[in-house]
């Protein structure tokens, strides 16, 4: 039943305004503002969580791994478990942006009420007012000074487009053991480590939607 109404909420998603569309199915967690269902990729309305491998600062001055712990939470809440997402928009890449609910709980509300990450503001105000009571309450990201996940992806990608063999094209396209294409964005855990060997086939991209259209898939952080 599961797959028809995913086959249903795709056909819709790609024939109806994307605002008029439903996709509901299990879920696979991502990170903190993205899971798929099925063969959709879906980046969560409202809400921009810190990166896989950033951290955060506490008003005490220690560092914590708040991305991991945004991924880990959003996992605990919708990872492996049905969830009805409302069709939003579509972003730059094709993905679906959409509010989703597992057992009647607005997954990107949790995690801002949490203090697991950010009202995205620039896209939407739907959750400022959530966002202002979890930052007077100092929970999460707001107990200290943490850096704005989109500053943190604009200070790490300028860096590695000065540095790439093509300024500007600095996502990396491996090609891992099994034979899957997967890229690296510069905030990657693991994009440091990652070797580009373009004999096998590897590759640099410009951006993630040139990397999507080669055939290459995202880094999942779980």
């Not at 972003?91 to 942006?97: A, K, M, P, Q, S």
């Not at 007012?129 to 000074?145: H, Y």
């Not at 540095?163 to 440091?192: L, V």
């Not at 480590?193 to 951006?207: A, K, L, M, P, V």
Request: aromatic content about 10%; charged content about 25%; proline content about 4%.
């Amino acid at each position: 039943m599961s797959r028809i109404i995913l086959a249903l909420g795709f056909a819709l998603a790609t024939a109806l305004p994307a605002h008029s569309a439903q996709i509901s199915g299990v879920a696979s967690v991502t990170d903190g503002d993205t899971i798929t269902i099925g063969a959709v990729r879906i980046r969560i309305h409202g809400i921009d969580a810190p990166e896989a491998g950033q951290q955060c600062r506490r008003q005490s001055g220690r560092s914590w791994q708040c991305g991991t712990a945004a991924t880990n939470r959003m996992a605990e809440i919708a990872d492996g478990r049905a969830a009805d997402c409302e069709v939003r928009d579509r972003d730059v890449y094709g993905r679906i942006i959409a509010v989703c609910y597992v057992d009647g709980v607005d997954v990107g509300g949790a995690l801002i009420d949490e203090g697991l990450a950010w009202a995205f503001l620039r896209y939407s105000e739907d959750y400022a007012e959530r966002e202002a009571t979890a930052r007077s309450a100092r929970l999460g990201i707001w107990d200290g000074k943490s850096e704005a996940p989109w500053d943190y992806r604009a200070n790490r990608w300028e860096r590695a487009a000065a540095a790439a063999p093509t300024p500007g094209c600095p996502i990396k396209g491996n090609i891992n053991r099994q034979g899957e294409k997967i890229y690296h964005t510069p905030w990657s855990p693991w994009y440091d480590r990652t070797q580009i060997d373009e004999s096998r086939g590897q590759r640099w991209f410009c951006d993630e939607a040139e990397a999507v259209d080669a055939g290459w898939r995202p880094a999942r952080w779980r």
